[in-house]
């Protein structure tokens, strides 16, 4: 299933015996992961098996055996290789035997992974979840919930721009969160700049605006890649900023005057609201076709063919995407 209807029965206090968290964001697979587990046992009671430490028999003594100390007995297997059907299963099974016993497979490989997610059904009262990465208005939404549950009062254009600064990566946000929760003061824009540092030798909206406008983004590009960000993840990164600005385009089409709430879900921080409506007016509507499709066949060709050199690749490509809509 996907995270909307996992969320819903989150809310409705559903426990399963067994869990499975796969897909492309790590984050949301990590956030997940440690969400189910708080809920179900306390941090001393939670045993964590992390990538060539899986042992198929040790764990499946552990499920089924009860705790001497805990009525509970979790255990996160965290992997990044499929594990073989016939022990998944057994494992699952060994849950579903002892009441006391639960086990989440926190899986770190999108595509390894959707046969297994298979193996988790409602007749072994097992769940698995794919996790796309977040839409900025979900993300937004995660960090306003995390600063709730850790006390923080904040201005929601706060959370906004440290989305932005850090280059929307919520891992660098979330731990920012923490930090200002020491402060013991309202998180504000002018707090943020203070005590924050985003990443990164460029802004990451600033490249997005040259792209489409048709800028040089050689050293920019370079920049981003060298400094470790995934080409997918560059990619669903763009095609997401396109897809902002058909819609803030489309709606002053038939509404007039663009309401950020009402289109984005959040409300950006000024200047980047000013400079992105401004930019989205400017392109006309058989553009953003062209744009659209150029990105997804982009994306296609670099995940369903070999290329040696994904990096060099996408950057020529990126380069003839000015071009062509300069």
Known sequence: ?????????????????????????????????NLVASSIA???????????????????????????????????????????????????????????????????????????????????????????????????????????????????????????????????CFNDLKKLAVLDKRITTSLINSHCFGIGNISFEDFLNDLIQGNDISEELQILLEEGMNEIYLLNQITSFVQQLFMISAYTRAFGAPNPKEILGFVPPKNIWEKKTKLAISIKPEIFQKMFEFLLNLELEIKSTKINKQNLFLQASLRKFTVIFR
């Open 42 to 172: 306390a941090k001393e009671d939670i045993q964590r098996i992390y990538y060539d430490d899986y042992n198929f028999k040790y764990i499946k003594d552990q499920l089924l055996q009860s705790s001497l100390f805990s009525s509970t007995n979790l255990i996160i297997v965290k992997t990044e290789k499929k594990v073989p059907k016939s022990e998944v299963t057994e494992l699952i099974h060994a849950c579903n035997i002892n009441p006391d016993s639960t086990i989440i497979f926190s899986c770190m490989n999108d595509s390894d992974f959707k046969t297994m997610g298979s193996y988790f059904t409602t007749k072994n009262n097992s769940v698995s979840v794919r996790m796309f990465s977040p839409f900025t208005n979900e993300a937004i939404k995660l960090l306003e919930n995390e600063s709730k549950r850790i006390g923080l009062e904040f201005d929601i254009s706060a959370l906004n721009h440290l989305f932005f600064m850090h280059r929307q990566d919520l891992s660098l």
């Open 1 to 33: 299933m996907y995270k909307k209807e996992f969320d819903n029965l989150l809310n409705q206090n559903k426990k399963f015996d067994a869990y499975m968290f796969y897909g492309q964001s790590t984050f949301l697979i990590d956030y997940y992961t």
